[in-house]
């Protein structure tokens, strides 16, 4: 059976969401068509809200909600990991502190814990995005391996080929670790 994690920020209502933005950046976001459709698009059509409704046509999911520490101990671990491999490599000091890869740490404890209460894998995202372009050497060693297989099962056909490269990347994505979850998420643009 697959499942899915999903990460959402604390007091993930989405009254209790807008509330935390500031009068001003809330009129900002109204005057700017583009900001105003990604809040829309992030407070109407983030999983928390349509899950439940559609839980009996989905997949099996945990919700992991994010303190505002964890929220900042990953942010700063993600611009840090941005700035490492990004095109402006930069030698700016690390924005990660002791704090923060603590914090990180008990993160990972936790996710680990959810993911094996479903067995020992899952595919994880936050409430609205999935590190679907995250592209780690474990995901690609994975990939390769399981398209290897899907490659020799299929009939020699293009539609063939197609669907034994889109199996494998839905299996590449299978995380077993809440390290694994971290090193998704850090290294996704999304």
């Keep these: 059976e697959e499942s899915n994690i999903i990460v959402t920020m604390e007091g ?3 009254e209790e969401d807008r509330k935390k933005i500031p009068e001003a950046t809330q009129k900002k976001i109204e005057d700017n068509k583009f900001f105003y459709t990604r809040a829309k698009y992030v407070f109407d059509y983030a999983m928390q ?8 046509a989905t997949l099996k999911t945990d919700f992991l909600r994010l303190s505002e520490a964890e929220i900042g101990a990953l942010y700063a671990a993600c611009v840090d990991d941005l700035y490492k491999k990004g095109p ?7 924005r990660t502190t002791e704090e923060h890869l603590q914090t990180l740490k008990e993160l990972e404890g ?9 067995g020992g894998e899952a595919f994880a995202k936050l409430s609205t995005r999935s590190p679907k372009d995250a592209v780690t050497d474990k995901v690609n060693d994975r990939m390769r391996s399981i398209l290897e297989k ?3 099962q299929c009939d020699g ?11 494998a990347a839905r299996r590449a994505f299978r995380i077993t670790s809440g390290a694994e979850v971290l090193e998704l998420f850090c290294s996704s643009s999304r």
């Design 49 to 56: 809200e349509w899950y439940q409704p559609l839980e009996h």
């Design 88 to 94: 402006k490599k930069s030698e700016r000091p690390p």
């Design 150 to 152: 899907e490659l020799e």
């Design 110 to 118: 936790r996710i680990d814990e959810a993911i094996k209460n479903f």
């Design 12 to 14: 993930s209502s989405k």
């Design 157 to 167: 056909s293009d539609n063939g080929a197609t669907c034994a490269f889109v199996q």
